[in-house]
């Protein structure tokens, strides 16, 4: 049973570029978290999304969107990228009324130059 | 806005106790948890408590609680090695969405 899988691991982008993030989430999971990673900082959260819908978000810009698949699969959408925007991103998934069991994947290491 | 600070640094021996410390300031928080980190990981959680508990042990950890001076503690017993990472407290108040702090890296000396 594969846990939460993030792709891809590592992505470098250019200042001012657009770039997308994919998390399918663990079985039987319907619910697809967000959170970004500062280097020496905490995850903070992003985005929840369920059955297709944003459900609440953190304090982010409209820059960062996302969406939910069918499948309960999530991408993350980050617009006009920063340098300030170089972090770790990790999906978290959890089950509906479940949410203290929610599992983190590796995260992807997005650098902007 | 609503915070959740932690030390930044922790020492111990191998096979001393680890206490890591957290505290928090939002008093609408219903569940606090521990999670941790190892290099080029993402997160694992270890253990989680509702605020109308004091106490949570499992195995080797035991999680303190103070609801009226909103501190959070993780006790790890029998310290090893493999518990050199970064330990994060995160709470929630409605289990959506999660805070966490900055993290406090563990090292432990054989």
């Known amino acids: 049973d594969a846990g939460v899988t993030q792709s891809p691991t590592h992505l470098i982008k250019t200042r001012g570029q657009q770039v997308t993030l994919r998390c399918s989430p663990k079985s039987g999971h319907d619910t697809v978290s967000w959170y970004q990673q500062a280097l020496g900082q905490g995850p903070q959260f992003i985005f929840q999304y369920y059955e297709e819908e944003e459900r609440q978000r953190g304090n982010f810009p409209d820059r960062f969107s996302g969406h939910q698949f069918p499948n309960y699969s999530s991408e993350l959408n980050v617009n006009a990228l920063l340098l300030g925007d170089s972090a770790l991103y990790l999906c978290?998934?959890?089950?509906?009324?479940?949410?203290?069991?929610?599992?983190f994947g590796q995260g992807t290491r997005l650098t902007v130059v | 806005g609503e915070d959740v600070e932690q030390s930044l640094f922790l020492s111990v021996r191998e096979g001393d106790s680890s206490v890591i410390n957290c505290t928090y300031t939002d008093s609408s928080s219903t569940y606090l948890y521990w999670y941790k980190q190892e290099p080029g990981a993402g997160l694992q959680l270890l253990t989680y408590i509702f605020s109308n508990m004091d106490m949570k042990q499992d195995q080797r950890l035991t999680v303190l609680l103070n609801k009226k001076d909103k501190h959070l503690s993780l006790r790890i017993a029998d310290t090893q090695t493999g518990d050199s990472a970064i330990y994060f407290c995160?709470?929630?108040?409605?289990?959506?969405?999660?805070?966490f702090g900055a993290g406090t890296r563990l090292t432990v000396k054989p």
């Open positions: 995160a709470d929630s108040y409605n289990n959506n969405d999660m805070r």
């Open positions: 978290a998934s959890s089950l509906a009324g479940h949410h203290t069991e929610a599992f």
